[in-house]
T-cell receptor, first 113, second 116 residues
Framework: QQPVQSPQAVILREGEDAVINCSSS?????VHWYRQKHGEAPVFLMI?????EQKGHEKISASFNEKKQQSSLYLTASQLSYSGTYFC??????????????FGKGTKLSVIP | DTEVTQTPKHLVMGMTNKKSLKCEQH?????MYWYKQKAKKPPELMFV???????INESVPSRFSPECPNSSLLNLHLHALQPEDSALYLC???????????????FGSGTRLTVV
C-alpha cells in the first residue's frame, strides 16, 4: 500500500526550513527516508522503527508518531545540496518473513540562493 | 565495499531482442530487489529475493524474468519488451528486514532502458 506524501513540491531559499510528511492508513513496521538527485540513485537518509521515535543527523531529522502511521522529515537551515526529490518508504510484512519497501510519490525540494 | 554495481548503464533494445541486466553487491546483504522507475515517479517494486529465493513478485509480466545465481548476484532477463517498458531499472540490496542499525536499502545507479 503506497504511503501518502506531502507536499508534492517546495521551493526554499538557503537557510529556510521545510517539513515533509508521510502517512499510511495502517500501522507500519518501519519508515525509511531517501533523497534522489536528478539522474542518480536514491540515497538512504534514515530509518525509524519505534512509535514516538525521533532521529537525526546534522540538520536533517525525522519523527515517527506513536501509532506508527505517520512520519515527518525536518530539514533545517537548508543548503543548496539539499535539493532533490525526497521519498518516504514504508515497510510492511508481506508474509513468510519478507518485508517490502513501498515508496510515496515524492517531494521535489528546490533550494535557491 | 559498500556499493551495488549495475551493468549496463544504458541499453537500447528492439521489441524482439533478448537482453539481461546484471547487479552485484559484496556487502553480505541477504535481500536483493529490482525496482522500475519512470521519469518523475517513485521507484516501483518488481521482485524481491530473500536468501536467494524469490519471495515477492509484484505481478510483473512474464517478459521480465529474474534470476539470483548466488547471494551477491541478481539478474533481470528481458524478452519481447514493449516501448512502455522503457524506464530506469534499479537494483537494491539490504540486510532483509530493517533494524535500528540498518543502513536501509543501497541502490545501484541503474540501467536506463529504451525499447524501440
Amino acid at each position: 500500500q503506497q504511503p501518502v506524501q506531502s507536499p508534492q513540491a517546495v521551493i526554499l531559499r538557503e537557510g529556510e526550513d521545510a517539513v515533509i510528511n508521510c502517512s499510511s492508513s495502517k500501522a507500519l513496521y518501519s519508515v525509511h527516508w531517501y533523497r534522489q538527485k536528478h539522474g542518480e540513485a536514491p540515497v538512504f537518509l534514515m530509518i525509524l522503527l519505534k512509535g514516538g521515535e525521533q532521529k537525526g543527523h546534522e540538520k536533517i531529522s525525522a519523527s515517527f508518531n506513536e501509532k506508527k502511521q505517520q512520519s515527518s522529515l525536518y530539514l533545517t537551515a537548508s543548503q543548496l545540496s539539499y535539493s532533490g526529490t525526497y521519498f518516504c518508504g514504508t515497510e510492511q510484512n508481506s508474509g513468510a518473513g519478507s518485508y517490502q519497501l513501498t515508496f510515496g510519490k515524492g517531494t521535489k525540494l528546490s533550494v535557491i540562493p | 565495499d559498500t556499493e551495488v554495481t549495475q551493468t549496463p548503464k544504458h541499453l537500447v533494445m528492439g521489441m524482439t531482442n533478448k537482453k539481461s541486466l546484471k547487479c552485484e553487491q559484496h556487502m553480505g546483504h541477504r535481500a536483493m530487489y529490482w525496482y522500475k522507475q519512470k521519469a518523475k515517479k517513485p521507484p516501483e517494486l518488481m521482485f524481491v529475493y530473500s536468501y536467494e529465493k524469490l519471495s515477492i513478485n509484484e505481478s510483473v509480466p512474464s517478459r521480465f524474468s529474474p534470476e539470483c545465481p548466488n547471494s551477491s548476484l541478481l539478474n533481470l532477463h528481458l524478452h519481447a519488451l514493449q516501448p512502455e517498458d522503457s524506464a530506469l531499472y534499479l537494483c537494491a540490496s539490504s540486510q532483509d528486514r530493517g533494524t535500528p542499525d540498518s543502513n536501509g536499502y543501497t541502490f545501484g545507479s541503474g540501467t536506463r532502458l529504451t525499447v524501440v
